[in-house]
């Protein structure tokens, strides 16, 4: 499954250096570790990396919002679309809380045919006026 994330959340006050270099561990130097949110070097903000699917993404942010001082800190959406499915959904953190809700579902797709069936179109107009 292929995601695309845009977006950030802000961390106010931001993460002291251990705790910056606590999350960069967890998250790998690739970014294909069981954290995919990178901080910031500053620590103000936090941003999805690497490959990961959406269930991942929410699960990781919520364990790291729980797991670190003061959590409600985490402020912010993430904006995120997932390619195969086509949905756009929202990652919000407000008050130490991680929440996803769908912005947009992919419409279900129609078959609709460009034939059209002379049979049942007749010519009723041509023939009041001949």
């Given at each position: 499954m292929t995601t695309e994330f845009a977006g950030a959340i802000e961390i106010e006050p931001p993460?002291?250096?251990?705790?910056?270099?606590y999350v960069r561990r967890l998250a790998?130097?690739?970014?294909?570790?069981p954290m995919p949110w990178a901080p910031a070097r500053d620590g103000t903000t936090l941003r999805p990396r690497g490959s990961v699917d959406l269930d991942g993404a929410v699960a990781s942010l919520r364990l790291l919002v729980g797991a670190m001082d003061r959590p409600s800190r985490f402020r912010g959406t993430?904006?995120?679309?997932?390619?195969?499915?086509?949905?756009?959904?929202?990652?919000?953190?407000?008050?130490?809380?991680?929440?996803?809700?769908?912005?947009?579902?992919?419409?279900?797709?129609?078959?609709?045919?460009?034939?059209?069936?002379?049979?049942?179109?007749?010519?009723?107009?041509?023939?009041?006026?001949?």
């Open positions: 993460l002291s250096g251990a705790e910056v270099a790998g130097d690739d970014g294909a570790g993430v904006a995120a679309y997932d390619v195969e499915a086509r949905d756009l959904l929202a990652i919000t953190v407000a008050n130490g809380r991680v929440m996803m809700r769908v912005l947009r579902r992919a419409r279900a797709a129609t078959q609709r045919s460009n034939v059209i069936d002379l049979a049942t179109h007749r010519r009723t107009i041509s023939r009041a006026i001949g």
